[in-house]
């Protein structure tokens, strides 16, 4: 694992998470590089399907913030983003890629701070279970 840099997928909501991840950059917060990061209006717009894409493409890990329970400028799509994403851990855990490697977080745009601190996070997350086994078996054909 010497020298492991993992590589992570983040999809982040226009008006909470990504706007919090601005503010953390004009605060000059820094966090690892290890992560690219997607914007979408809604986290309700992630759907299992992006998720294995990313993971099919070399991810080790994925991370879905939105905005705070009640305050989804959609209504509800966070809540969609919640169901989703809880209901995919088990059929990770099933593939043998393992729920660990999808988090998902709310971020506020006041939560410029929390960006930086959940991206360390998830990164030290993913380096403590090495590359995602489904790159293993990738890289092995």
């Known amino acids: 694992m010497d020298g492991f840099e993992p590589r992570i997928i983040a999809f982040f909501c226009n008006w909470c998470a990504y706007a919090g991840a ?3 950059g004009v605060s000059r917060l820094q966090y690892p590089p290890n992560i690219r990061v997607i914007r979408l209006m809604c ?3 992630v759907d299992e399907e ?3 894409e990313a993971f099919a493409r070399g991810a080790d890990g994925v991370l879905v913030c939105g905005c705070h329970p009640g ?4 209504m509800k799509g966070n809540l969609s983003a919640r169901r989703r994403v809880t ?3 088990t059929f990770l855990e099933a ?3 393992g729920q660990k490697r999808l988090r998902l977080e709310w971020i506020s745009a006041s939560e410029g701070p929390k960006v930086p601190e959940t991206v360390k996070s ?4 993913i380096k403590s279970l090495g590359p995602s ?3 293993r078996r990738q890289n092995e054909h």
């Open 22 to 24: 601005d503010l953390a």
């Open 43 to 45: 986290s309700g717009r």
């Open 50 to 52: 992006m998720i294995l």
């Open 71 to 74: 305050d989804c400028h959609y």
């Open 87 to 89: 209901g995919f851990k």
């Open 95 to 97: 593939l043998g890629i």
């Open 122 to 125: 998830f990164t030290e997350t």
């Open 133 to 135: 086994p489904f790159n």
